[in-house]
């Protein structure tokens, strides 16, 4: 079993940045994985980043949506079992709960379903 622990989340006012955290405890993390998905209220949980799994070659093997590209970094330590998201220049439509997830699979998924572990998610609130 995978657990997976968000925090990090908090107000913001647009144009400002947050990092958040994602704790992860159980089986090996270098193995999954790893993705940040977001929700806003009344609306879907779409994906925001996956990286792969741990390596040398790990920091170049990422996928970002496209309403975050230049925007935000996934970034994860395996050293700290700890999976990253820093996003700059936030905007009110950023507003979400965020989640991390974790596959246990080499492809970089963007679809929620396809992700086995999920942490509680933390609520990041962009003011305009």
């Known amino acids: 079993q995978v657990q997976l622990v968000e925090s990090g989340g908090g107000l913001v006012q647009a144009g400002g940045s947050l990092r958040l955290s994602c704790g992860v405890s159980?089986?090996?993390?270098?193995?999954?994985?790893m993705g940040w998905f977001r929700q806003a209220p009344g609306k879907e949980r779409d994906f925001v980043a996956a990286i792969g799994v741990a390596g040398e070659w790990a920091a170049s093997n990422t996928r970002y949506a496209d309403s975050v590209k230049g925007r935000f970094t996934i970034s994860r330590d395996n050293t700290k079992n700890t999976l990253y998201l820093q996003m700059n220049s936030l905007k009110f439509e950023d507003t979400a709960v965020y989640y991390c997830a974790a596959r246990g699979a080499f492809d970089l998924a963007v679809i929620p379903g396809h992700y086995d572990y999920w942490g509680q998610g933390t609520q990041v609130t962009v003011s305009s």
């Open positions: 159980g089986r090996t993390f270098s193995r999954y994985t």
